[in-house]
């Protein structure tokens, strides 16, 4: 089994900075791609960020040049560097891996989801 487990969030004023964690761990054999997604209620999940193997990125229009999305040299670990933060960004946000868990299977992982508000 993944297991993938987020940190951060929380309140931010707006123009201020968050930032988010997520450590991947259990039986990974390889990372495809990490990346964060966030979803308010009653609307569908929507991408964030991504960052693959490689080390290509992946950002929302919305969040382009306020957003970082970076991982550590093992590449189990992903953060995600939000500056210059307004109040559309309020949201559940959550860690997502594509990850082989044996040479030839793989799957789609999901975090528990970390709130962030940005709010006055």
């Known amino acids: 089994q993944v297991q993938l487990v987020e940190s951060g969030g929380g309140l931010s004023q707006p123009g201020g900075s968050l930032s988010l964690s997520c450590v991947a761990s259990?039986?990974?054999?390889?990372?495809?791609?990490m990346g964060w997604y966030r979803q308010a209620p009653g609307r569908q999940r929507e991408l964030v960020a991504t960052?693959?193997?490689?080390?290509?990125?992946n950002y929302a229009d919305s969040v382009k040049g306020r957003f970082t999305i970076s991982r550590d040299n093992a590449g189990n670990t992903v953060y995600l560097q939000m500056n210059s933060l307004k109040p559309e960004d309020t949201d559940v946000y959550y860690c997502?891996?594509?990850?082989?868990?044996?040479?030839?299977?793989?799957?789609?992982?999901w975090g528990q989801g970390t709130q962030v508000t940005v709010s006055s």
């Open positions: 960052i693959n193997a490689g080390g290509g990125t």
């Open positions: 997502n891996g594509r990850i082989y868990y044996s040479m030839t299977q793989w799957d789609e992982f």
């Open positions: 259990g039986s990974i054999f390889r990372i495809v791609a």
